[in-house]
């Protein structure tokens, strides 16, 4: 609804609406600022620009009032647009929904299977399952991928950990990262040991049978294990896709054989390409014949590009000198580039985190500690055992998933449990029980819905404009890949619904305002489930 304001608007400002100089604006439900380009381009005053700009157009559709203030123009909706906002939320089954067409691989996790997914990793998850969740909505046919690097170094040492040291009977992640860290330990007190890697690391690049067959049994175990802890966290996947598949599939000499057609490599004992604008040189195969991790990444990303229109990567900061690698290279090769989403690292009190040496909180630890947070605030209210375990559950999943999801990928963030279980404000508690607030007030009514925006005060206008923009945020984090933005907007919504609850009674109000008012729940309750799920946060109608 809220686009079709936008389009209202530039249709009604005709040679000025200009769709990147109308904006939101907390003054009026759209402005723009058309008048200062035109301005400074002629050498005016912007506020004499806006004035003869009002002046010489007429509202249409959607737009009610136009005004001038200062050099901005400020436009409001008419009453039409507000009824049909809550007339379409209550019909329509699929609001949010925009239409929009096209094959769309997002990949994401993506996480080394040496050990269990820890508290990094699932912000990768959070981003790139939501990501997931919003382009569907929008119309999108989408594929997830869990891009399994089984190739390489880490994944040797873990195979010698189960070689020398075999598994302990617990979850089969957590096994295998006792299988790493011992491993690891023991290539530096018996640093001879490299060989040993080295030759599993060729043995299987080689598709030694026997070899494979050690590499996927490890592999197996801890990505059942991974499995199970994105399972808790509302996380799937299409396709787990392994790293060395591009070998057997032939991407990988594809790849080899299209960078030496643009005389690229440089075929010294490794094949080595310099990059202009990159201080160090990018190895595509080493003096013993293998693969590298680029080779194969360029080889999947070939792959993609043969089979989606867009390709979206989640991928930690860590990777932003290697992505800008891949990029290029891939635009050398003249290969459909991903867009890639980089995400900054949540912190511990205590540090940095590292599998290699056993220091991390694994995600399966904290949803454990959350959950029993979560527990401890629950317990007082009036529910079973059984309902508190649910609603705990909820909580919690709802918690780590949105308190990773507001803050913007680029900014780094340290998780505290504390501020995340805060029902009072800024976390998934808070829009949770704003919910189920609403669904309270909808089961003490059994009146039907009727809402007539001249009944409408003007909070009550404000709130059904900001329900007419759940549509413009699921674009809004199509076109930005942006997830917190839709986290920031539901925050918004439940701050706005619990104003206005707070202000004017609903069950309580007189025939035509009461039944008024149950729209505006009706509509608010439904935006908030659809905005949840969105989110992949447990939709809880009790609390």
């Not at 008419?78 to 906002?85: G, I, K, P, S």
């Not at 690391?201 to 590499?215: C, G, H, I, Q, V």
Request: one cysteine or more; glycine letters at 6%; proline letters at 3%.
């Amino acid at each position: 609804m809220f686009l079709n304001l936008i389009k209202d608007a530039i249709k009604s400002l005709g040679e000025y609406g200009d769709e990147k100089f109308i904006k939101e604006s907390e003054y009026a439900d759209l402005a723009t600022t058309i008048a200062f380009k035109i301005a400074k381009e002629k050498n005016l005053n912007s506020k004499e620009v806006a004035n003869e700009i009002v002046d010489k157009i007429t509202p249409i559709g959607y737009i009610g009032k136009i005004e001038s203030v200062g050099g901005y123009i400020n436009l409001f909706a008419n009453y039409e647009f507000l009824e049909d906002t809550i007339d379409v939320i209550l019909s329509d089954n699929n609001y949010g929904a925009l239409g929009l067409s096209g094959n769309v691989l997002i990949e994401h996790t993506s996480a080394n299977p040496d050990g269990p997914l820890h508290i990094g990793h699932i912000r990768n998850s959070i981003i790139g399952d939501t990501l997931t969740r919003i382009f569907i909505k929008a119309g999108f046919n989408v594929r997830t991928h869990y891009y399994i690097n089984d190739m390489g170094r880490q994944m040797a040492i873990t195979v010698l950990g189960v070689e020398k040291f075999g598994l302990p009977d617990k979850k089969p992640d957590h096994a295998i990262a006792d299988a790493y860290i011992s491993a690891n330990k023991l290539l530096e007190s018996e640093p001879e040991l490299e060989k040993k890697v080295e030759e599993l690391m060729l043995k299987y690049e080689k598709l030694d049978e026997e070899t494979a067959k050690k590499f996927r049994s490890a592999i197996d175990k801890a990505m059942d294990g991974i499995k199970e802890t994105m399972k808790k966290l509302n996380v799937e996947h299409d396709e787990f896709v392994w790293e060395s598949d591009f070998i057997r599939s032939g991407y990988v000499e594809k790849i080899l054989k299209l960078l030496d057609s643009k005389n690229l490599i440089k075929k010294e004992k490794a094949w080595i390409i310099e990059l202009e604008g990159f201080d160090k040189e990018v190895v595509i195969r080493r003096e013993n014949g293998t693969s590298l991790y680029v080779t194969r990444d360029l080889a999947y990303h070939l792959w993609k590009s043969e089979n989606f229109d867009r390709m979206i990567n989640v991928w930690g900061a860590d990777h932003k000198l290697y992505g800008a690698q891949l990029l290029k290279l891939l635009e050398i090769l003249g290969i459909k580039r991903p867009e890639i989403v980089f995400f900054e690292f949540v912190s511990l009190p205590e540090g940095r985190m590292s599998t290699r040496r056993g220091k991390f909180i694994s995600a399966d630890e904290l949803i454990d500690k959350v959950k029993e947070e979560a527990k401890k605030i629950i317990t007082n209210r009036e529910f079973s055992a059984e309902e508190i375990e649910r609603i705990a559950e909820a909580v919690a999943i709802g918690a780590i998933r949105f308190d990773f999801l507001k803050v913007a990928p680029e900014k780094p963030m340290i998780f505290d449990m504390s501020k995340a279980l805060d029902f009072e404000r800024q976390t998934a508690s808070y829009i949770q029980y704003t919910y189920s607030r609403a669904c309270s007030i909808l089961r003490k009514s059994d009146e039907e819905p009727e809402f007539s925006s001249e009944l409408c005060e003007k909070p009550e206008r404000e709130l059904v404009i900001l329900l007419s923009k759940m549509p413009f945020y699921v674009y809004r984090v199509v076109n930005e890949v942006r997830p917190n933005l839709f986290a920031e907007y539901m925050l918004s919504l439940a701050s706005k619904f619990n104003e206005f609850y707070r202000d004017y009674p609903v069950l309580k109000a007189e025939d035509e305002l009461r039944r008024n008012r149950i729209a505006i729940v009706s509509a608010v309750s439904k935006v908030l489930k659809i905005g949840l799920e969105l989110m992949g946060i447990p939709v809880i109608e009790k609390m």
